[in-house]
């Protein structure tokens, strides 16, 4: 989930904590409780400072060991031990079970997006993505503003936010069998389907859509349980060339061919150089395909730039290498 969500989810966990009687009948435990939850809530994302080195790091290690199950044993323990220092009236315990379920939640609800974490690792790197919850969905960070208002204006946080996680549990159902709607939708058009990549919008009837088989990608779209094509393309594999293979030790490019499960490639000989380009088919928005690598190389195979990320047109892309260039 993105930032705003898991921030308004500590605080929910905060009030939901009043619930505990331990919590509830000391002022010093729900102070501390309701730090642990916000911070617990946040966490996982500290990984999000890769940001600042270079998206190739971010792409790789986004979602990845600061959502292992090692990691989720390990935060509550730091987060405990480093607000007990200051609140050492504080009930451990309730302190450490609290702050793990915010851990736990944060890593828990981000399997649902369609980007997904390994928080399977150690015993698997696999991304666990199961695409039916947006990085950021409206219902559910309204749904918890809503609460934190009624707490605001004097109702019970505890049952409040009871009742909220009881409707989002309801909620969450339905977002799967939405899903499986168009999961079913598209094994009518394409039957011999591969592989069905399906990731939710902001909207709640809307998904894209990546699909492969034997011979084919297809790109398309389902709005209120139609699904509709609306790109295909040739699978051609990617050939065992020295060009493919010096852009492959890129770290732009490999980052991405580690995160994209379904991509397209394009190879062009420009003036003195060769552009490679990979193209996530997941992300279709306003006839674009935003999630890109594009590496430049010279006749002799060094590497002149390189890009991995999200560019929402062409005329953005060629000035982002340029200034990678200059």
């Not at 600042?52 to 031990?81: C, F």
């Not at 609140?87 to 793990?100: E, S, V």
């Not at 994209?260 to 006839?287: A, C, G, K, Q, T």
Request: with cysteine.
């Amino acid at each position: 989930m993105d930032t705003g969500t898991h921030v308004v989810m500590g605080l929910a966990l905060g009030g939901l904590a009043t619930l505990d009687p331990v919590v509830g009948g000391s002022t010093v435990t729900a102070a501390s409780v309701m730090i642990g939850t916000i911070i617990g809530s946040q966490i996982p994302d500290i990984d999000t400072v890769l940001k600042l080195k270079n998206n190739a790091s971010y792409i790789r290690n986004h979602r990845g060991i600061t959502h292992s199950i090692p990691a989720v044993l390990l935060w509550p323990i730091l987060i405990t031990a480093v607000i007990y220092m200051i609140f050492p009236g504080t009930n451990l315990l309730h302190l450490w079970l609290w702050t793990f379920f915010a851990v736990f939640l944060h890593v828990f609800v981000d399997i649902f997006n369609a980007y997904g974490t390994q928080a399977l690792r150690p015993f698997s790197s696999k991304w666990v993505a199961l695409g039916m919850i947006n990085t950021f969905d409206p219902f559910i960070f309204g749904i918890h503003i809503f609460g934190l208002f009624l707490w605001v204006f004097g109702m019970d946080p505890g049952y409040t936010f009871l009742a909220i996680y009881g409707i989002l549990i309801i909620y969450y159902f339905c977002r799967y069998f939405a899903k499986r709607s168009v999961y079913n939708g598209v094994k009518d058009i394409i039957p011999d389907a591969t592989e069905i990549i399906i990731s939710p919008t902001m909207r709640y009837n809307q998904w894209r859509i990546a699909v492969k088989n034997k011979d084919k990608f297809f790109v398309g779209r389902a709005v209120k349980g139609r699904v509709r094509i609306i790109d295909q393309f040739k699978r051609v594999p990617i050939p065992n060339s020295p060009i493919i293979n010096a852009a492959k030790e890129d770290r732009n490019i490999s980052a991405f061919l580690s995160f994209s499960p379904v991509y397209r490639w394009e190879i062009e000989s420009v003036e003195n150089m060769y552009e490679i380009r990979f193209i996530d088919l997941r992300y279709r928005s306003n006839e674009y395909y935003p999630f890109v690598a594009v590496i430049h190389m010279d006749k002799d195979l060094t590497v002149i730039n390189s890009y991995t990320g999200w560019i929402f047109s062409e005329e953005k892309l060629r000035k982002k290498l340029d200034i990678i260039t200059n």
